[in-house]
C-alpha cells in the first residue's frame, strides 16, 4: 500500500511537469509569433510601399510563422491572423477580409473530401486499392511509383491538379493506407504506409503539374502572360521542354522521400497474394459501386474537356458530390462529420484572403524589383537560375501557384529577358516553376492543402520535405532541363 501511495503522486507530478512543459513550449511559440509581427508592424513601410501594405506583410508574415510554430492548431492559427487584420484596420470585414473563403479552388478541395468519402463508403475505394497492391504490392516504393505513374497519364488531360489528386488518387492513397491499418489517429498508425504516400504523391503532383500547359490551372494563365509580353508558348513545346526533367524527377522524388521519410511498412511480401484473395471474396461491384464508379469517370471526362465546354473544376466536382447526396452514397451527415474539409476550408480560405491584398498593395511588386535591382550586371544564366531560385521560394508569401503566377510571372520574365536571357527558355522555366511551387508548404496550393488536411503529416515533415523535394526539382530543371532544352533548340 505504501509502495503504491507513493508512486502515484509521481505518476501525478510527471504528467503535470509534462504537461506545463508542453503549455510552455506554446507560450515561447506564441510569443515569437507576435514579436515577429509587431517588430514588422511598427517598422517605417520602405520607399515605395504605404503603411498599410506594411501592417499587411507582417500579420501575413505571423500567421505564417504561427502555421510552422503551431502554437495552437492550424485554423485557429489562420483565425486569428484574420482578426488581428480586421482589427487593425488592415483588411476591411465587409470586402477583402472573407473574400478568400468564397475561392471555386477552395470549394474543390473541399469537394474533394466528400468525394473520397464517397470512395470509402462504397468500397470501390478499397477495391481499387486492392487492385493496386496485387499489382504493385510488393513494396511501398513500388506502390508509390505506380501512383506516380497514374497522375503522369492523367496530367495532360486534367487542368486542375486540385482534381487530379483531389478527386482521383487521393481516395485511392487513402483507401491503401486503410488496408494496410494505416490512418492518422496516431503516428505509428500514419506512419506506417500513409504518411509516406500521402507526401510523396503530393510532391509528384507538383512535378507533373510542372510538365504540361494543361495540368495546372495557372498553366494556360502563364502562357497569356507569356504572350502578353511578346512570347509564345505552345502546348508541345511545353510538353517537350517539361518531359526528360518531369520524368527525371519523377524517378528520383519517390525514392528520396523513402530514404529521408521512410515508411514503417516497406516489404509487404504476401500483399499481392492477400489482395487477389479478397478481390475474389468481393465478387463483382455492387449497385453502389457501379454509381460511384459512373459518377467518377463522368467527372474525369468532364474534368478533361473542361478548357472545350468552359465548365470550371469546381462545378464538376459539386455537380459529383450532387448525384452522390441524390442516390444517398453519402448523406449529409457524412459531410457535416468531415472535419478535415471543413477545417481546410478556413485555414486555406483565409490565407488565400490574406493573400490577395499583399499583390494588391504593391508587396510582391516590391519585392521582385529588389531582386531586378540585385541581379543587375550578371551573366544571363546566373540571373535565370537566381530568378528561378527566388520565385520558388517568394511562394511562402502566397496560398496558391495562380496567384503567384498573376503577380510575379510578368515582372520575372521581363527581368530575365532584360538580363539577355532566351525569351522562350526564360517563359518556360518561370512556367515550369510555377507547377514546382505548389508541395512546398501545406497552404501552396489546393493539392498541398489536401493533403495536409487528411491528417497524415504534421507541420515540419510537411515543411522540411516540401523544401527538399522543391530544391531538387527545381535544381533539376535548372541542369538537366536546360541541357535538353539546349538540345531541342530553346537557347
Not at 284 to 302: D, K, Q
Request: aromatic share 8%.
Amino acid at each position: 500500500m505504501a509502495t503504491a501511495a507513493s508512486v502515484r503522486p509521481v505518476a501525478n507530478a510527471t504528467g503535470t511537469t509534462t504537461g506545463t512543459t508542453r503549455d510552455s513550449a506554446r507560450l515561447i511559440k506564441a510569443a515569437i509569433c507576435v514579436v515577429v509581427t509587431t517588430a514588422v508592424y511598427i517598422i517605417p513601410p520602405p520607399d515605395g510601399l504605404e503603411p498599410q501594405a506594411m501592417h499587411m506583410l507582417a500579420i501575413f508574415l505571423g500567421t505564417i510563422l504561427g502555421l510552422i510554430l503551431q502554437p495552437l492548431p492550424t485554423s485557429a492559427v489562420a483565425i486569428i491572423g484574420l482578426s488581428v487584420a480586421m482589427i487593425t484596420g488592415t483588411m476591411d470585414p465587409k470586402t477583402a477580409a472573407f473574400s478568400g473563403l468564397g475561392s471555386a479552388s477552395i470549394w474543390l478541395i473541399v469537394a474533394a473530401f466528400f468525394i473520397a468519402q464517397g470512395f470509402v463508403k462504397t468500397g470501390l475505394g478499397r477495391r481499387i486499392a486492392l487492385v493496386f497492391i496485387s499489382l504493385l504490392g510488393k513494396s511501398t516504393l513500388g506502390i508509390s511509383y505506380g501512383l506516380s505513374a497514374a497522375d503522369l497519364l492523367l496530367a495532360p488531360a486534367t487542368p486542375s491538379n486540385t482534381a487530379r489528386l483531389g478527386g482521383i488518387l487521393f481516395p485511392i492513397i487513402t483507401s491503401i493506407s486503410d488496408v494496410q491499418g494505416s490512418t492518422p489517429e496516431n503516428d505509428e498508425s500514419r506512419r506506417r504506409i500513409g504518411a509516406y504516400l500521402a507526401v510523396t504523391a503530393n510532391n509528384v503532383n507538383a512535378i507533373t503539374s510542372a510538365m504540361f500547359v494543361t495540368s495546372m490551372a495557372a498553366g494556360p494563365v502563364v502562357v497569356q502572360l507569356a504572350a502578353d509580353s511578346g512570347v509564345t508558348i505552345g502546348w508541345g513545346t511545353w510538353a517537350l521542354a517539361g518531359i526528360v526533367p518531369g520524368v527525371l524527377c519523377l524517378l528520383v522524388i519517390p525514392a528520396l522521400v523513402y530514404k529521408v521519410y521512410p515508411p514503417t511498412i516497406k516489404h509487404v511480401p504476401s500483399a499481392q497474394t492477400d489482395a487477389r484473395a479478397e478481390l475474389k471474396q468481393l465478387g463483382r461491384l455492387s449497385m453502389p459501386e457501379w454509381i460511384m464508379a459512373a459518377t467518377f469517370v463522368a467527372m474525369l471526362v468532364m474534368w478533361a474537356t473542361g478548357s472545350m465546354t468552359g465548365i470550371n473544376a469546381t462545378t464538376v466536382a459539386f455537380v459529383g458530390v450532387s448525384v452522390l447526396l441524390a442516390t444517398n452514397i453519402i448523406t449529409w451527415q457524412d459531410m457535416a462529420a468531415n472535419k478535415s474539409a471543413w477545417s481546410t476550408l478556413i485555414f486555406f480560405g483565409v490565407l488565400v484572403g490574406m493573400a490577395t491584398p499583399l499583390n494588391e498593395l504593391g508587396v510582391t511588386e516590391w519585392a521582385g524589383g529588389m531582386i531586378a535591382r540585385a541581379t543587375t550586371g550578371m551573366p544571363w544564366m546566373v540571373v535565370l537560375a537566381l530568378l528561378t531560385v527566388c520565385y520558388f521560394l517568394l511562394h511562402y508569401m502566397f496560398a496558391a501557384e495562380l496567384a503567384q503566377a498573376v503577380a510575379l510571372y510578368t515582372l520575372f520574365l521581363g527581368v530575365a529577358v532584360a538580363a539577355g536571357a532566351p525569351p522562350i527558355a526564360s517563359a518556360l522555366m518561370l512556367g515550369c516553376a510555377t507547377g514546382l511551387i505548389g508541395a512546398m508548404t501545406h497552404y501552396a496550393s489546393g493539392p498541398a492543402a489536401l493533403i495536409y488536411g487528411a491528417g497524415y503529416l504534421k507541420t515540419p515533415e510537411f515543411l522540411r520535405i516540401g523544401f527538399l523535394c522543391g530544391i531538387v526539382t527545381v535544381a533539376v530543371w535548372l541542369t538537366v532541363g536546360m541541357g535538353w532544352w539546349k538540345i531541342i533548340g530553346l537557347w
